[in-house]
């Protein structure tokens, strides 16, 4: 019942309702990037208290694209006793003419605005960011999305000259986290359209000799109340939903230099139904919710259960082919 109401997810890009309090200076506290697919690793197992700990181990990972970000805007936020309120916003110059397919970008001078700013009535900054599908080939579509990440960490004043210094630049996978770090992974899961009682709710076969149906509930109810109960399992749509993952740990990120990775992930002939990886990626312990291509967004622990690991050991990535090349 905690999925209620099952039904499609308003937009493709995942909203993020809240993002935990962190210790360290001023940074970002989320990214997002593309799903490429699943391979696996032979890794050294970090876990003290596993059978296999110290020893190597196969582990399945599900592969990102992170190409860099651009950061379109910072806006400032009051706390109310209605929630938070917008206190004022700041867009840059310097922008891609693909955002053009996206928003008409406002025009103004970003050092005006600053200069009219007061601080003491701010509790929240966040960025205004934007990503670069043009950049992957393995997606079709070329609209960046635009999303907020908010900044946290330091002082209010610290975490709005963070912010201010991000303005019309790029930024990168890096900044936000690291291997051997948790993270929570939000995104649209796969849509898989109107399916019946069974496959959606899992519920029981009736008997063989049940009247007319097999794949059917039971009863729609008791004669009172007399109506049908929401909690009742009935067929409906099923997935395309939002969903979040949490505390799934990054077991490696390679970082595009120039023209080239530091790493070849791709298999031959490339990703099933993605294509080539040409930037930077990360390696994600596990699965994640979303079919291939679909964006995902990255944010800190919300609930972390675990500590960070410093020091992870891949020692394989298989690049085998996923399509029997």
């Given at each position: 019942?905690?999925?209620?109401?099952?039904?499609?997810?308003?937009?493709?890009?995942?909203?993020?309702?809240?993002?935990p309090?962190?210790?360290?200076?001023?940074?970002?506290?989320?990214?997002?990037?593309?799903?490429?697919?699943?391979?696996?690793?032979?890794?050294?197992d970090?876990?003290?208290?596993?059978?296999?700990?110290?020893?190597?181990?196969?582990?399945?990972?599900?592969?990102?694209?992170?190409?860099?970000?651009?950061?379109?805007?910072?806006?400032f936020?009051?706390?109310?006793?209605?929630?938070?309120q917008?206190a004022?916003?700041?867009?840059?110059?310097?922008?891609?003419?693909?955002?053009?397919?996206?928003?008409?970008?406002?025009?103004?001078?970003?050092?005006?605005k600053?200069?009219?700013?007061?601080?003491?009535?701010?509790?929240?900054?966040?960025?205004?960011?934007?990503?670069?599908?043009?950049?992957?080939?393995?997606?079709?579509?070329?609209?960046?999305?635009?999303?907020?990440?908010?900044?946290?960490?330091?002082?209010?004043?610290?975490?709005?000259?963070?912010?201010?210094?991000?303005?019309?630049?790029?930024?990168n996978?890096?900044?936000?986290?690291?291997p051997?770090?948790?993270?929570?992974?939000?995104?649209?899961t796969?849509?898989?359209?109107?399916?019946?009682?069974?496959?959606?709710?899992?519920i029981?076969?009736?008997?063989?000799?049940?009247?007319?149906?097999?794949?059917?509930?039971?009863?729609?109810?008791?004669?009172?109340?007399?109506?049908?109960m929401?909690?009742?399992p009935?067929?409906?749509?099923?997935?395309?939903?939002?969903?979040?993952?949490?505390?799934?740990?990054?077991?490696?990120?390679?970082q595009?230099?120039g023209?080239?990775?530091?790493?070849?992930i791709?298999?031959?002939?490339?990703?099933?139904?993605?294509?080539?990886?040409?930037?930077?990626?990360?390696?994600?312990?596990?699965?994640?919710?979303?079919?291939?291509?679909?964006?995902?967004?990255?944010?800190?622990?919300?609930?972390?259960t675990?500590?960070?690991?410093?020091?992870?050991?891949?020692?394989?990535?298989s690049?085998?082919?996923?399509?029997?090349?």
């Amino acid at each position: 019942m905690a999925y209620y109401p099952r039904k499609r997810a308003r937009d493709i890009v995942a909203h993020i309702k809240s993002w935990p309090e962190i210790d360290k200076g001023p940074k970002i506290q989320g990214f997002a990037g593309y799903k490429v697919g699943m391979t696996h690793v032979l890794m050294v197992d970090w876990r003290k208290k596993s059978e296999t700990a110290g020893q190597e181990i196969m582990v399945p990972v599900t592969v990102v694209e992170v190409p860099p970000m651009g950061v379109l805007g910072v806006r400032f936020y009051r706390k109310t006793t209605y929630g938070f309120q917008v206190a004022g916003e700041v867009w840059t110059n310097n922008i891609d003419r693909e955002l053009s397919r996206s928003i008409n970008v406002p025009k103004n001078s970003p050092e005006e605005k600053l200069k009219n700013l007061d601080r003491s009535s701010i509790d929240e900054v966040r960025l205004i960011v934007y990503t670069k599908p043009f950049l992957v080939t393995g997606v079709p579509s070329k609209t960046p999305e635009i999303m907020e990440i908010r900044v946290g960490g330091g002082t209010v004043d610290q975490r709005i000259d963070f912010a201010v210094q991000k303005l019309g630049k790029e930024i990168n996978f890096s900044d936000f986290s690291e291997p051997g770090k948790l993270v929570d992974v939000i995104a649209v899961t796969k849509g898989k359209g109107f399916q019946g009682h069974v496959k959606r709710f899992g519920i029981k076969l009736l008997p063989r000799k049940n009247r007319k149906h097999r794949r059917m509930i039971g009863t729609l109810g008791p004669w009172h109340p007399n109506w049908v109960m929401y909690t009742v399992p009935m067929a409906g749509q099923m997935g395309s939903q939002q969903r979040t993952e949490y505390n799934k740990r990054i077991l490696k990120f390679v970082q595009k230099k120039g023209d080239s990775l530091e790493e070849d992930i791709n298999p031959e002939g490339g990703f099933l139904h993605y294509g080539l990886v040409r930037n930077s990626y990360v390696l994600i312990h596990g699965s994640i919710p979303g079919s291939t291509k679909r964006l995902i967004r990255f944010r800190d622990p919300i609930r972390p259960t675990e500590e960070e690991v410093k020091d992870i050991k891949v020692v394989y990535v298989s690049r085998s082919s996923k399509q029997g090349v």
